[in-house]
């Protein structure tokens, strides 16, 4: 009897280590947020981005707008945005190729428009796996009269920048977004488990709505107040980096389906 308590003992000790270490390991990602001395040298030389690198990502650019069909609409312009066309660059980061149109040419209703350009892009998105020189690419399209929170844009027609990055003394307030997340990221986990149990999908459901809805409101006044550094954003990053954002949409489609069935 003595030498099992024993071995429950040492196996509960290993379990709670793998735990931790586990845990520990979803939130990582924390440490990309730091910012570099340099923009990244992969994709820079100087204030210029590479010759090869801009040429990829305009024939990238022009070919989507074209597939997009859009009769007598202009592409006003192509910009590199996102981390890569900034000092917090990181392993995560990809190639964010932001295609710049008027959408009111396209027609009045500018909310229809996005939506239809939206569902356009992560079509694209989902059907192309593009890698360049390590980092994945992003294409989306935006309205002109959008104001872009980012303090990194380079307009890749004109070979320039629109908005230049500066070298800032920011260091991100690790433990509140841990906290956050962490908060976020147990919510998810109580709600796999709901899933798991069977808890019916009307009740299911709303939570998910809910908690979704708040790590997208909370990422949007975090960009309109303090912009791409904002605690909401970067938390909304950890989650996207570390999964966790891709659970939450798997859950609120499989709890759906499953109605169904």
Same mark, same amino acid.
Do not use: C
């Given at each position: ?24 390991? !979803?939130?990582?990602?924390?440490? /990309? ?33 074209? #597939? ?5 609409? @202009? ?17 995560? +980061? ?9 959408? /009111?040419?396209?027609? =009045? ?11 356009? #892009?992560?079509?694209?998105?989902? !059907? ?13 399209? !935006? @309205? ?5 929170? /980012?303090?990194?844009?380079? +307009? ?9 990055? +500066?070298? !800032?003394? $920011?260091?991100? @307030? ?19 488990? =709901?899933?798991?149990? #069977?808890?019916? @999908? ?15 409101? %909370?990422?949007?006044? #975090? ?12 938390? $909304? ?6 999964? $966790? ?7 609120? %489609? ?8």
């Amino acid at each position: 009897m003595l030498i099992l308590i024993y071995i429950l003992k040492y196996l509960n000790k290993i379990m709670i280590k793998k735990f931790v270490e586990h845990a520990e390991a !979803q939130f990582e990602p924390l440490t /990309s947020f730091r910012l570099k001395d340099d923009l990244n040298p992969k994709v820079w030389e100087g204030d210029k981005i590479k010759k090869d690198i801009r040429e990829q990502l305009l024939k990238i650019a022009n070919d989507y707008f074209s #597939g997009l069909d859009l009769k007598d609409v @202009d592409l006003k312009d192509i910009i590199l945005t996102g981390s890569l066309a900034n000092f917090n660059w990181s392993d995560y +980061s990809d190639f964010d190729l932001h295609l710049l149109i008027d959408f /009111s040419d396209i027609n =009045e209703d500018t909310e229809l428009v996005k939506k239809y350009l939206d569902a356009a #892009g992560k079509n694209w998105n989902d !059907q192309h796996d593009i890698i360049i020189d390590g980092f994945d690419l992003e294409i989306y399209s !935006q @309205d002109v009269n959008e104001e872009h929170t /980012s303090t990194g844009v380079y +307009s890749l027609k004109n070979d320039k920048w629109i908005e230049k990055p +500066s070298k !800032q003394n $920011f260091r991100p @307030d690790e433990a509140l977004i841990k906290k956050k997340a962490g908060d976020i990221m147990g919510t998810v986990k109580e709600l796999e488990g =709901e899933f798991g149990e #069977g808890v019916k @999908d009307e009740v299911l459901q709303p939570k998910l709505a809910k908690i979704w809805k708040k790590i997208k409101d %909370g990422r949007k006044a #975090g960009l309109d107040r303090d912009g791409e550094f904002s605690i909401e954003n970067l938390v $909304f990053k950890l989650l996207r980096r570390n999964g $966790f954002i891709e659970k939450i949409v798997t859950l609120k %489609g499989k709890s759906y389906d499953k109605q169904f069935k």
